[in-house]
C-alpha cells in the first residue's frame, strides 16, 4: 500500500512514524509512505510560494486554492479514472464522512491512498471535483489535516496483513465485529495490585474456560 500525503507540513510526520508500527510496516516493505510539499505546486509568482488566497465575498481567514492540489494531484500520476483503479484521493474535512474502523478496513483493500490535508479555513469548494471521499476523523476541528492523515495512515495499516504482529491480534479487538463491541478487560504482573487480583480463571491455564469467560466479558457500547 502505497500513502501520498499532500501538506504544507511535509516534515511534520517522520517523528511519529519512526517510534510506531507504521515504521516496521515500511521496513517490512509493507507500505510506503511519501509526503509531498504543496508549496512545491504553489502556482503563485515570488519567492513564498503561497498556496492559500483570501476567500471571494469576505470572511476570516484564508483557504487552500485549487490550482496547486490540482497540478500536486496531477503529479502524482494517478489512474483513478479506470474503473479497476485501485486509488482513492481523501480529502481531510471535518465536513467528511465519519472514520470507523469499517471505514479503515474497506480502504486497506486499495494500493494506493492519497491523503490530502487542509489548514487554515479548509479548501476552495471546486477540491471537491479533485477527489474520491472526504473523511472526517471526528466532530471536532483540528488546525490541520495532518493529524487525521496519520490516523487514517495507521488506522488502514493496520489492516494490512502482517502489519500487526500477532496474527489473531485483530480477532477480537474493539470494533472487530461491531462497531459496539468493546474487547474483554486484560491483565498482565503482577496478580495482586494493592489488592486487585487477577480474575481466578486466568490463571486457570484453561483456555476454554478462558475464552468463555472472555466472552461474557465483553461489552457492548450503550
Ligand atoms: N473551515 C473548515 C470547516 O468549517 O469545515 C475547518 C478547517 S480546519 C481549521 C483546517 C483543516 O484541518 C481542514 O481543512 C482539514 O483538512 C483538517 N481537519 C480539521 N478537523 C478535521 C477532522 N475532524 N477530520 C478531518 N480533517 C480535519
Known amino acids: 500500500m502505497q500513502f501520498d500525503i499532500i501538506t504544507i507540513f511535509p516534515d511534520i510526520f517522520d517523528s511519529y512514524i519512526n517510534e510506531s508500527i507504521l515504521k516496521r510496516a515500511l521496513q517490512k516493505k509493507l507500505i510506503k509512505i511519501t509526503s509531498h510539499d504543496l508549496r512545491k505546486f504553489s502556482t503563485a509568482k515570488g519567492i513564498h510560494k503561497s498556496v492559500d488566497d483570501k476567500p471571494y465575498g469576505g470572511g476570516p481567514g484564508m483557504i487552500l486554492m485549487v490550482e496547486p492540489i490540482d497540478k500536486a494531484l496531477r503529479a502524482l500520476k494517478l489512474k483513478t479514472k479506470s474503473k479497476k483503479s485501485k486509488t482513492r484521493v481523501i480529502m481531510l474535512t471535518p465536513a467528511g464522512q465519519r472514520f470507523t474502523q469499517r471505514e479503515a478496513e474497506r480502504l486497506a483493500k486499495y494500493d494506493r491512498l492519497v491523503l490530502l490535508c487542509g489548514r487554515y479555513e479548509g479548501f476552495d469548494a471546486r477540491v471537491d471535483e479533485l477527489v474520491d471521499e472526504k473523511i472526517s476523523i471526528g466532530d471536532y476541528v483540528l488546525a490541520g489535516g495532518e493529524l487525521p492523515a496519520l490516523v487514517v495512515a495507521e488506522a488502514v495499516a493496520r489492516n494490512i496483513p502482517g502489519v500487526v504482529g500477532h496474527e489473531h491480534a485483530l480477532d477480537d479487538e474493539t470494533f472487530s465485529h461491531d462497531l459496539e463491541y468493546i474487547e474483554y478487560p486484560q491483565y498482565s ?19 476454554k474456560k478462558i475464552s468463555e469467560w472472555r466472552k461474557t466479558q465483553s461489552k457492548r457500547i450503550k
Open 189 to 207: 504482573r503482577p496478580e495482586n495490585f494493592k489488592g486487585m487480583t487477577v480474575p481466578e480463571v486466568l490463571l486457570s491455564g484453561d483456555h
